[in-house]
């Protein structure tokens, strides 16, 4: 049988074997998918061990780094984001690396809500290996504007100078956003700890979508903000999450599931 995984430390948590199976099902074809808890100082040697039977893997925090540099080609999405997220074989047996998590998320605020990118003006909170891993696929969607706000401002200006050949990207920090925005990504772990950025008020707009890359069975505390803030639309991550499932699918097997069904699932099950 094809051998498929997730790596990631902790992993127990993981929707990605149900996800998967859901997906072998519906598309008819034939696979297992396994969760593996790598150790922490022993990722390259969990792999290398994995691929001596198995096709294809994922990869979550905190390996998708490592997962870039135990490459030996990259598809130009992972080049640009610095992480992997997806590993498979080429026809000479090596390991190369892709990234859909910017492709996931693209697709869930674009075909699965209906929000429009191009030429809105879009806020991303944080500036770390997630937030690398989505603007690419962002600006593709040609917005009039990306502002990258973190509470490092450095690390957003580099951001910014990292992508500003892929379109009108800028930099800043927390307290000094200004304006309203059309879209709202949070991409910090804030919410995960019950915390938000310290944001400045007047971001938001009656008409204004606001998306939180993290999910959880209860609105987020961005979530809760934005609601609060009096936006149009609270998004949570589950279908960024399945998504970029489904676009590492396609990579390996060649066919697309359809997200649908497998989204109300997870819905229902959080």
Known sequence: MDRYAVFGNPIGHSKSPLIHQMFAQQTGET???????????????????????????N???????QAWELTVQRSERAEMAGAVNTLLLNEHGEICGDNTDGVGLVTDLVSNHHVQLQGKRVLVLGAGGAVRGILGPLLAQQPLQVVVANRTVEKAEALATLFAQQGAISACGFADITGEFDVIINGTAASLQGEMPPLPAGLVAAHTVCYDMMYSAEPTVFNQWAQSQGAA??????????????????????????????????????
Request: hydrophobic fraction near 50%; include cysteine; aromatic fraction near 12%.
């Open 31 to 57: 696979l297992s998918y396994e969760a593996i808890c790598a150790p922490l100082d022993g990722f390259a040697a969990s792999v290398a061990t994995f691929f001596s039977a198995g096709l294809g893997a």
């Open 233 to 270: 639309r609270q998004i949570d991550g589950l279908g960024m999450l399945v998504e970029q499932a489904a676009e590492a699918f396609f990579v390996w097997r060649g066919k697309r599931p359809d997200t649908g069904p497998v989204l109300q699932q997870l819905r229902a099950d959080l």
């Open 59 to 65: 990869v979550t925090v905190p390996f998708k780094e």
